[in-house]
Nanobody, 120 residues
């Protein structure tokens, strides 16, 4: 089995920064891609940022220039550096990973989420 564990959420003032981490563990052969999604109670879950093992990255327009996603393949860990946070960034942030296990199966996994609150 594979598990994703997120950390780094919390309360921050507008304009502040947070760094989210997502560590994948278990019977992992390779991590093909990792991504961060977010959801607040009034909106659908949306893709915030995504990165692949080849180093490609994608961002939702509202995150461009403020957020940076990265992945450390040696640690099977993804990071989301969030700067200049705005109240509309507040949400539960979920880690998502496309992982090939040691049996060769490619599976999409989700973490349990970490709360980000942006308020003065």
């Amino acid at each position: 089995q594979v598990q994703l564990v997120e950390s780094g959420g919390g309360l921050v003032q507008p304009g502040g920064s947070l760094r989210l981490s997502c560590a994948a563990s278990g019977r992992i052969f390779s991590v093909d891609a990792m991504a961060w999604y977010r959801q607040d109670p009034e909106k659908k879950r949306e893709l915030v940022a995504r990165t692949t093992s080849r180093g490609t990255t994608d961002y939702v327009d509202s995150a461009k220039g403020r957020f940076t996603i990265s992945m450390d393949g040696t640690k099977n860990t993804a990071y989301l550096q969030m700067n200049d946070l705005k109240p509309e960034d507040a949400a539960v942030y979920y880690c998502n990973a496309l992982i090939r296990d040691i049996s060769g199966y490619l599976t999409n996994y989700w973490g349990r989420g970490t709360q980000v609150t942006v308020s003065s």
